[in-house]
């Protein structure tokens, strides 16, 4: 291949986003953060890098693999890139806010990278916009932040939205109670993780019924609440059932039109998580728009101890792939020569305004040319007339 | 109601094909009678059920049209479940048919003298490279493996590969090429495979589907 066409390739898993779309991206980010502003979050910036040690520390030592490592010449200590924001609000929190009144409700923007896209998303570069609500407990502080995430989301346009919630350590915890053998739990978590009840029910021993009862309790939030009321579980889950049943109904208190599934077996991605967690998608889109959850905040970080945090992150590539194309936006040519005083009170008007800058034969012909819907002429924006081409057609 | 806002439902092509269409007759699933003819050209075909299509495809490409929600449901053999091992795809019901094995054979006069437990490093031709690296690297055993779409017992004869890593279920096409199955990798079965997003977002279309398939499988 001639070397000069090779020189348009980018690496894999990295795009250029061209004009309509990288507009609507930051129309998006903007939407959301000023969503977030208005329910009293506000925004951090972290740097793109920071030292692996901090950036990795405690829970997030599982996203070792994800990051890009540079050495720095200057301290010559290594260098990772961030792979995932949460931890460094999380980070911020705990040092340099730490003597903020809590709950403390934090949110930003910003890009990350990974070493490898996965199937669904092939992207190693993609937008995350997100909020953090660290230092509350209560069920309400779990309903805020998926309350406030499905507002986000409608004000931003994507429609069919609906949003799964989970309590990921609570099937763990029934498997480590029942001592099922270790080598039995691997296949017994692959049997859940596929949804295979017939093969949880044999693999799962004494709890075998009561897991495949749970991997039968998924579905929308009221029908799974009633089913997991009947079942017969451990104190301990008991408790964050209870939560979860709460923070339901604060959800659909705020956002009645929103649709909530419940799906308990549901932990892949939820590692690290604590409690109450959700996922969000969109009907006939590929891959998740966002997830969160009731995480340990700041944890290895100054007195080490942690404090209990939720929060979301929403991916701009998936929000993106749930939004219709943008219609394209109307601009006015103003031929060379027209007065500085009348485009610029277009402009001010909020008209998009392009320039000519020299003399031409056909402005109108100019004007398309140059993508323009509209020629400015007398003092206005006029819209262009029909295209006898394409009349033709 | 928009054309995409139908479900999908993806079979393979071939023996598992004539073992599902009665289980889904019996779940009151019938397709278009074109679907029978066997000469036609199309990959796609309408149900009785108005809200259900059922497309055509390759058993490897059932797996990946419901990873990506291309397709929303499908039937798929565990072997191409495990290949793949895409985390977007639920396998809620074993259907209990197109039962066979995934297996290592090579040929019977190296199987005579040939000592697994003695593997270090093997080179197999299989379909599956990515369950035998790891059915391998669970042993110790280094494999390199060389992927291949078909006719994978031609492998051994020809001198590309010695072993083998493939399907069997009667074993007459080993036994027909002068191979020896000589490692049990696992049991495969057809599973209905469910795309995760379809049934969270969809779940009064997908779930119902699902227990109809699932009633009659169990009395089957």
């Known amino acids: 291949m001639n070397e000069l066409v090779t ?72 260098m990772a890139l961030r792979a995932d924001m949460t931890p ?33 998303r092939p992207e190693r570069q993609f937008g995350q916009v997100g909020a953090e609500l660290i230092g509350a407990d209560e069920p309400a502080a779990d309903a805020e932040i998926i309350a406030m995430s499905a507002a986000a989301l409608a004000d931003v346009g994507a429609a069919n939205v609906s949003i799964d919630l989970t309590i990921p350590y609570l099937v763990p915890a029934i498997i480590g109670w029942s001592q099922v053998p270790p080598d039995i ?40 609440l009633a089913k997991l009321d009947g079942l017969d579980l451990p104190p301990t889950a008991r408790g964050e059932v209870v939560r979860l049943k709460e923070a339901v109904r604060l959800v659909q208190a705020a956002r009645p039109d929103l649709a909530l599934t419940i799906d308990t077996v549901e932990r892949r991605g939820f590692e690290y998580q604590k409690g109450l967690s959700f ?30 945090a939720t929060g979301v992150t929403l991916f701009t590539d998936t929000v993106l792939r749930a939004l219709p194309f943008p219609a394209a936006e109307a601009c006015a040519f103003a031929p060379f020569g027209t007065p500085p005083a009348v485009v610029r009170a277009l402009r001010d008007g909020g008209n998009l305004v392009r320039d000519g800058f020299g003399p031409v034969a056909d402005a109108v012909a100019e004007a398309r040319r140059l993508g323009c819907s509209h020629i400015v002429e007398g003092g206005k924006a006029v819209l262009l007339p029909a295209n006898p081409k394409e009349a033709k057609k | 109601m928009p054309a995409n806002d139908k479900l999908i439902l993806a079979l393979s092509n071939g023996r598992i094909l004539k073992e599902v269409m009665p289980l889904l007759y019996a779940a009151g699933i019938r397709p278009e009678a074109e679907f029978d003819n066997p000469d036609t050209r199309l990959l796609r075909f309408q149900t009785n059920d108005p809200r259900l299509d059922i497309v055509r495809a390759r058993a490897f490409d059932v797996a990946t049209l419901v990873a990506f929600g291309a397709a929303h449901l ?38 005579g003298r040939d000592d697994p437990r003695k593997w270090s490093h093997v080179r197999v031709a299989t379909k599956y490279p990515n369950v035998a690296r790891k059915h391998f690297a669970r042993r110790g055993v280094q494999a390199e493996c060389i992927k291949m779409n078909g006719a994978i017992e031609l492998a051994p004869a020809l001198g590309l590969a010695r072993r083998i890593v493939d399907l069997v279920s009667s074993g007459a096409t080993l036994k027909a090429n002068g191979l020896v199955e000589v490692e049990h990798i696992a049991d495969v079965t057809s599973k209905l495979i469910v795309n995760r997003a379809a049934l969270k977002t969809r779940h009064g279309d997908v779930q119902p589907l699902i227990d109809r398939i699932s009633e009659v499988a169990r009395a089957a």
């Not at chain 1, 934090?106 to 990974?114: E, I, M, P, T």
């Not at chain 1, 995480?295 to 209990?308: I, K, P, Q, R, V």
Request: proline residues 4%; neutral net charge; contains cysteine.
């Open chain 1, 279 to 308: 996922t969000i998608f969109a009907r006939g889109v590929r891959g998740e728009l966002g997830r969160g959850g009731r995480y340990l905040a700041g944890e290895d970080l100054m007195e080490g101890a942690g404090e209990t």
């Open chain 2, 74 to 111: 499908g039937v798929a053999g565990n072997d191409v479940i495990v290949e793949f091992d895409y985390s977007e795809i639920y396998a809620p019901l074993d259907l209990g048919i197109g039962k066979c094995r995934l297996s290592v054979a090579e040929p019977a006069d190296l199987a």
């Open chain 1, 185 to 224: 739990a691997a296949n017994l978590r692959a049997a859940l993780d596929r949804k295979d009840a017939a093969a949880v029910a044999n693999l799962g021993g004494r709890v075998g019924a009561l897991l495949a009862d749970l991997v039968a309790a998924s579905g929308p939030a009221a029908v799974v």
């Open chain 1, 88 to 120: 460094q609000v999380a980070r911020i929190a705990a040092t340099r806010l730490k003597g903020e009144a809590r709950p403390l409700r934090l949110s930003y923007a910003g890009q990350v990278l990974r070493v490898k896209g996965d199937g669904l």
């Open chain 1, 7 to 78: 020189r348009a390739l980018l690496p894999a898993g990295l795009r250029d986003a061209l004009p309509a779309e990288a507009d609507q991206e930051a129309e998006i980010v903007w939407r959301v953060t000023q969503t977030f502003k208005r329910y009293g979050y506000a925004r951090v910036k972290p740097p793109m890098v920071e030292f692996e040690e901090s950036l990795l520390a405690g829970s997030q030592a599982g996203m070792s693999r994800h990051c890009f490592r540079l050495m720095d010449p200057d301290s010559q200590r290594m």
